[in-house]
Nanobody, 121 residues
């Protein structure tokens, strides 16, 4: 069982930066791939980034490539560094975990409660 708690959301101007964190519980944390997804009002939840259990592999959505960086450490924390933010990045951001390395939302069994990111123009 894995429990996830996100933090770090907030309000930022376009061009600014935010760093999201996801704190995970569970003794087998390093076995899980960790993903970030986001959901804007009226839209479906979409893939943002994923990092493998070892941290050696990452994948990004085209819309955030070059601006966002996902990372993880041994202290059961996964971070999403978001730079050059745009108004279209406004959404609730969710951390997710699964044993499979996948960009598909349906794959993930464990989810955090989400954290709001708002980018003003």
């Amino acid at each position: 069982q894995v429990q996830l708690v996100e933090s770090g959301g907030g309000l930022v101007q376009a061009g600014g930066s935010l760093r999201l964190s996801c704190a995970a519980s569970g003794r087998t944390f390093r076995s899980y791939a960790m993903g970030w997804f986001r959901q804007a009002p009226g839209k479906e939840r979409e893939f943002v980034a994923i990092i493998s259990g070892s941290g050696s592999s990452t994948t990004y959505a085209d819309s955030v490539k070059g601006r966002f960086t996902i990372s993880r450490d041994n202290a059961k924390t996964v971070a999403l560094q978001m730079n050059s933010l745009k108004p279209e990045d406004t959404a609730v951001y969710y951390c997710a975990a699964d044993l499979q390395y996948s960009v598909l939302r349906s794959t993930y069994n464990f989810w955090g409660q989400g954290t709001q990111v708002t980018v003003s123009s």
